[in-house]
């Protein structure tokens, strides 16, 4: 649920980065929060274990500049992937206005990429969102590894709404930003048509 | 209102601010700010340069999500009020009306017990100006900013 101030005139987005643990989703952020002019980006928060493994949430506001007068922020989040934290998820995908499903490339990894959609999608529900109509986009990371699933699999297996799909190497930086953008952009048609 | 947009226009944006500026001088705080519980800030007052109020805003949804879903697990339906006491400040953290969090820091020229009965005033202040927010929310059905071309979204991501 985007938050609109029409007194400061500011637009507040909530990105979700969601997928199996190990995916790659903290990295998204950590790049995007490297790359990004200071001025636009805030303090990356990351609730992680001793280990760097996220806990509860990473956290990354940003802030992109005017549109028709109004500034706007982008609130990125990511979730624990690990089976077990699925409270957390649950709390962190509140009020979500978008979400990028991180998907590991790797053969091995196939079966965690499915039961996290399909877990994404029972969360969602279970708030009351659409699951088929949020906006999403799709990551297929990790793509720099030898024994990467093709393409057409990974869409097959996960990309059942045909939304935008990207390949990324997030440790090295492709394809992090076309996937930013595309949800950014997804999220602003959304916004414009009025809402779910 | 679990659907759409939270939109906030300047009279109720101006009713937070006068409610905030009066609870941060009745209970002698240092700042005090209020967030939805996705973590979006609302509204502030006080010593808000010296803070990081972005970061701080989300990971005080995060704490009232996180002791929410502990409550909930001892059949609870949430805890209402967080107190974190510092070595030099405290934070009292209280959800208003299910759906906002009030935040108030102060010191020891305050008190816990000051701040709780000053917050209790607030709130009461402040969900009312929250109907009045839902009263135009339903009044303006779907809201969002309708005039949102193309191009202005082409010319953001630039
Ligand atoms: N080879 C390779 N490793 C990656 C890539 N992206 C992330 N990693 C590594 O995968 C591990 C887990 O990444 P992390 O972002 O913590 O995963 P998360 O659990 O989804 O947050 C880390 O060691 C990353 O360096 C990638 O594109 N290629
Ligand atoms: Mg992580």
Same mark, same amino acid.
Do not use: W
């Given at each position: 649920m985007s938050f609109i101030n029409y007194s400061s005139r500011e637009i507040n @987005?909530?990105?979700?980065?969601? &997928? =199996? &643990? /190990? @995916?790659?989703?903290?990295?998204?952020?950590?790049?995007i929060y490297r790359r990004m002019n200071p001025d636009s980006r805030g303090k990356m928060i990351s609730l992680a274990t001793e280990t760097e493994r996220t806990l509860f949430f990473d956290f990354l506001p940003l802030s992109l500049g005017e549109i028709r007068g109004f500034k706007t922020r982008f609130h990125l989040y990511t979730v624990p992937g690990q089976v077990f934290y699925d409270a957390s998820r649950r709390l962190i995908l509140r009020g979500v206005d978008g979400v990028v499903f991180c998907?590991?490339?790797?053969?091995?990894?196939?079966?965690?990429? +499915?039961e996290s959609m399909e877990n994404l999608r029972i969360n969602l $529900?279970?708030?009351? +969102?659409?699951?088929?109509?949020? =906006?999403? +986009?799709?990551?297929?990371?990790?793509r720099d590894l030898p024994h990467a699933a093709s393409l057409s699999d990974l869409h097959a297996l996960l990309n059942y709404r045909n939304v935008p799909e990207f390949e990324a190497v997030a440790k090295s930086g492709v394809g992090v930003f076309e996937t930013l953008k595309a949800i950014i952009k997804y999220i602003l048609v959304d916004l414009k048509k009025g809402g779910r | 209102m679990a659907q759409g947009h939270f939109i906030l226009y300047d009279k109720e944006f101006q009713g937070?601010?006068?409610? /905030?500026?009066?609870?941060?001088?009745?209970?002698?705080?240092?700042?005090?700010?209020?967030? #939805?519980?996705?973590?979006?800030?609302l509204a502030s007052a006080g010593e808000t340069a010296d803070f990081d109020t972005t970061s701080l805003a989300s990971l005080a949804a995060g704490n009232i999500a996180a002791t929410g879903g502990l409550a909930? /697990?001892? &059949?609870?339906?949430?805890?209402?009020?967080?107190?974190?006491?510092?070595?030099?400040?405290n934070m009292h953290i209280s959800v208003v009306a299910d759906r906002l969090i009030l935040v108030v820091i102060f010191d020891r020229r305050s008190? +816990?017990?000051?701040?709780?009965? $000053?917050? $209790?005033?607030?709130?009461?202040? /402040? *969900?009312?100006?929250?109907? #009045?927010? #839902?009263?135009?929310?339903?009044?303006? *059905?779907?809201g969002g900013i309708e005039e949102l071309t193309e191009e202005d979204i082409e010319s953001l991501l630039k």
């Open positions: @987005c909530k990105i979700v980065y969601y &997928g =199996p &643990g /190990l @995916c790659g989703k903290t990295t998204n952020l950590q790049y998907a590991d490339s790797q053969l091995t990894r196939m079966d965690s990429n +499915v $529900r279970e708030q009351g +969102v659409d699951g088929d109509r949020l =906006p999403l +986009v799709m990551q297929y990371n990790k | 937070f601010q006068i409610a /905030l500026k009066k609870l941060l001088a009745d209970s002698y705080a240092k700042i005090v700010f209020l967030v #939805d519980k996705n973590g979006s800030l909930s /697990l001892i &059949g609870e339906k949430e805890f209402s009020i967080l107190f974190h006491e510092g070595e030099r400040d008190s +816990v017990g000051l701040v709780r009965l $000053r917050v $209790r005033r607030a709130s009461t202040q /402040l *969900e009312r100006i929250l109907r #009045d927010v #839902d009263e135009k929310a339903l009044a303006d *059905e779907d």
